[in-house]
């Protein structure tokens, strides 16, 4: 049979397991923000199930001691994008975290809630709440969080001030948005309806903040709406407080007639008739008071007319000015008590951690002195040396492990480094041989009519294929008499450009006859002995062309002799006329290069030579 436990076993148990999933440091802020979403909701619906009223309280109270708020926070105040726009989830987390802060005992610890826990709760509800201002598709998740603001005012008044001078709450207050006016302005009604006693509790520095905001929005905005809410606002606070805020009402000189000239005929006259009732009577007492002359009083009247149309005047033409002044300048104020703050939360932690260090090393301790007392006199040294070699090893662990990494990461450094270097390396030598592959491989030879190989039989049975497909593709536009003329044109226009390509080839082979020539006298000269020592069979050598044509001879005999020479896988290339060149067509220049720039025998070129050589001489 199963033991059902009581209510504060499961709170305690709930709240356990959301910490322990809270200190897992893998969590990512979206996969947190959902735990705490789903872990607060269980743990307030199961106390809200209980009939007694405190099981809630205790339980708000343990979320707080445990550290599960400090995490809502932490969350709250990461910017949107951390969180991967999930801003409805982040607005639920505002929601409950304002629920959890009200009705919290504390208990020892109240002074550090009120004063440190509390203000930096409301910072990150008013840090959502500002960046929710800019965006128009957010306006439900803004009145939600400033919802969860108003239900945290109207539960410690204290915070109003904190709230009234945030950085933040100004951020919103210069938008230029209606229903962001509209809600801010709403929030502080629905705070002063809820808690009748929130206005009493404040000081006059708030309820001067708060009746200047209500009065700003009457001067700066031109929406209906919103001076309706603001009008509201103020005759509530007049109502709470009573004579309290008379006073405070005449330092805003001409609202009185900014009311009756501006916001007439919006629909809440009554409203207005009854501020302006208020503003007048309580401006009757004072003029009272200090004289019932008419000259006084109608020289009261005209200042007040006229330091209201400067005021109006001023208002509408400064107002990003004096809105850009009273922005810095609350900024730097707000910047200085948020170091302030910031300064007293760390010390505050600080002292924490030492003091829970010292707690933590006074209870090792004990247990440490315990274990030794049960332990036999004996033995009592065999376990201290015992714990030190575990502590020595433990240590020398951690530094091995320390020393191995670090030598990995360089290792792994130097072994990139080096395979970078090598795959350069092979990109290049790779680059190099396709290149000396593509210059290696022949020239696909031109392919036209009059190519090389074609005969007589083979341009038969072209003819013959072109007779077929002209008679099987007749045209039906062109008859044959004119595709017969169509091609003997052509034909002749090809017999022409035939003609013309073997007078270029003759051209060119009739110069390099000439420049064979030319070389071969050249290099005679060059070795031609002086003139000093020249004799008669020398000088009928140059003037006889027999000389010349031996040498050449000779020349021709010596290259085709080396050629024969050559191993027989150089003997394997192209053929002419049935005749086989010995050399190859490749090897030609390498020999060439060889002989000294010698004229080699045996190839197309000699024999053109030759032909040359004869018709000259």
């Known amino acids: ?199 009493s509790g404040l000081s006059d520095d708030s309820i001067l903040l708060l009746l200047n905001e209500a009065i700003g929005q009457l001067a700066l905005s031109s929406d209906s709406t919103v001076g309706g809410a603001s009008v509201r606002l103020i005759l509530l606070m007049a109502s709470q407080l009573g004579r309290c805020l008379r006073p405070l009402l005449l330092s805003f000189r001409g609202l009185d007639s900014l009311l009756h000239k501006d916001w007439r005929g919006r629909g809440f006259d009554r409203g207005i008739d009854q501020l302006i009732a208020l503003i007048q009577s309580e401006k009757n007492v004072v003029s009272q008071s200090q004289g019932s002359s008419e000259h006084v009083r ?5 200042q007040a007319a006229w330091r209201s149309y400067k005021t109006r005047r001023r208002v509408k033409s400064l107002n990003r000015a004096v ?57 009592v040294q065999t376990y201290l040396q015992e714990c030190e070699n575990r502590a020595a090893v433990v240590i020398q662990s951690f530094w091995r492990g320390f020393r191995e990494r ?46 090389k190989g074609l005969t007589d039989s083979r341009r038969a049975e072209l003819n013959r294929q072109v007779d077929e497909y002209i008679a099987t593709h007749q045209s039906f536009r062109v008859s044959p008499e004119e595709c017969s003329c169509l091609h003997e044109e052509v034909q002749l226009l090809l017999l022409s450009v035939l003609q013309t390509g073997a007078q270029q080839r003759m051209e060119e ?26 004799t008669e069979t020398d000088a009928d050598t140059f003037l006889s062309p027999s000389g010349p044509v031996a040498a050449r001879a000779r020349d021709a005999h010596n290259a085709i002799l080396q050629a024969s020479r050559l191993p027989w896988w150089r003997m394997l290339g192209d053929t002419d006329a049935g005749h086989v060149n010995p050399l190859g067509s490749t090897h030609v220049p390498e020999l060439e290069e060889e002989l000294g720039g010698l004229y080699i025998g045996g190839t197309v070129a000699d024999k053109k030579q030759t032909q040359v050589d004869e018709v000259k001489l």
């Open 1 to 199: 049979m199963e033991v059902k436990k009581k209510p504060e076993e499961e709170e305690n148990e709930l709240v356990s397991e959301l910490k322990r999933q809270l200190e897992n440091e893998h969590l990512t802020p979206v996969e947190k923000l959902r735990l705490l979403n789903d872990g607060l909701n269980n743990a307030l619906n199961s106390a809200a199930v209980h009939v007694n009223s405190g099981e809630l309280a205790r339980l708000k109270s343990q979320l707080y001691l445990s550290g599960v708020l400090i995490h809502c926070i932490h969350v709250l105040s990461l910017h949107p994008s951390s969180l991967w726009g999930d801003l409805s989830a982040a607005a639920t987390l505002a929601h409950l975290t304002s629920s959890c802060c009200v009705g919290v005992e504390p208990g020892p610890h109240s002074e550090t809630f009120h004063r440190l826990f509390l203000p930096s709760v409301v910072d990150a509800l008013l840090s959502l709440a500002a960046q929710l201002v800019n965006r128009a598709e957010n306006v439900s998740l803004f009145r939600k969080v400033m919802d969860s603001v108003g239900w945290l005012l109207a539960a410690h008044t204290h915070l109003t001030e904190k709230v009234l001078s945030s950085i933040h709450y100004e951020q919103i207050q210069v938008c230029d948005d209606v229903n962001v006016s509209l809600l801010c302005v709403q929030m502080w009604i629905q705070t002063c309806t809820a808690n009748s006693d929130f206005l």
């Open 298 to 302: 109608a020289a009261c009247v005209i």
């Open 323 to 379: 809105s850009v002044l009273q922005r810095k300048y609350r900024a730097r104020r707000k910047e200085q008590q948020q170091q302030k703050e910031a300064q007293l939360w760390e010390e505050e932690l600080k002292y924490q951690v030492c003091v829970r260090r010292q707690q933590a090393r006074r209870r090792f301790h004990q247990k440490q002195r315990q274990l030794l007392q049960l332990l036999p006199a004996d033995q």
């Open 406 to 451: 670090r030598h990995y990461s360089s290792t792994q450094r130097h072994m990139l480094r080096r395979e970078r270097a090598v795959r350069t390396l092979q990109r290049g030598v790779r680059r190099f041989l396709q290149k000396r592959r593509a210059a290696k491989v022949p020239p696909l030879p031109p392919f036209w009519i009059g190519q």
């Open 509 to 534: 082979q009739r110069v390099e006859a000439l420049l064979a020539h030319v070389h071969t006298q050249l290099e005679l000269l060059r070795d031609a002995p002086p003139l000093s020592v020249v």
